[in-house]
């Protein structure tokens, strides 16, 4: 069965949630040196974007999770690039929030590193999957449940290039079919 994707955000709705985004951003870190750290490979999309709209200094690091097939337990993590914290500011991108446990994981890995404050941002947060007190202080959009693609997430491998987000229509429920390495 080839799969079947529904348009759920165009190229235009995306754009704009990024630049509001970057507004909230700049507001809120006003000038400070903010990292911007990727989990690859879904939210790459989103940090190329977010990056270029915000006005103040920002540093792209990029982290690669490996997790038990089917779970969200934490395998391995990798910095794709060497980079110390210090006592800057982090945004970590994700390309779907669900039940925050990758994100709680990271999140506390991350400020056992020194950083001065963690913010998370999502393309697609899925609250009422929640199982941790985890919250998504930047979504681009909210969704009760579904698998999206597009924008630079993948499903079974192919969709990443979409220019905007769809949902894949007949996928199994609770088939997640990441992409390699994610």
Not at 24 to 40: C, M, P, Q, T, Y
Not at 48 to 65: G, M, N, Q, W
């Amino acid at each position: 069965m080839q799969d079947q994707l529904e348009r759920r955000y165009e190229a235009d709705r995306i754009a704009a949630r990024v630049a509001e985004v970057a507004q909230a951003l700049d507001r809120e870190f006003g000038g400070l040196h903010l990292v911007l750290i990727s989990v690859l490979k879904g939210s790459s999309f989103f940090l190329a974007d977010l990056a270029r709209k915000i006005a103040s200094p920002v540093a792209c690091e990029y982290i690669s999770v490996r997790r038990a097939e089917g779970t969200d337990q934490v395998l391995q993590i990798d910095f794709r690039t060497e980079f110390a914290l210090g006592d800057r500011p982090l945004l970590l991108l994700k390309d779907v929030v669900g039940s925050g446990v990758i994100e709680n994981y990271l999140i506390d890995h991350l400020e056992a590193q020194g950083a001065s404050k963690i913010k998370l941002a999502a393309i697609i947060d899925k609250p009422q999957e929640r199982t941790t007190d985890v919250v998504v202080d930047y979504p681009l959009f909210s969704a009760p449940r579904g698998l999206f693609a597009g924008y630079g997430m993948e499903f079974r491998g192919r969709f990443a290039q979409l220019p905007y987000i769809a949902e894949v229509i007949g996928a199994p429920a609770g088939v997640a079919a990441p992409s390699p390495g994610q």
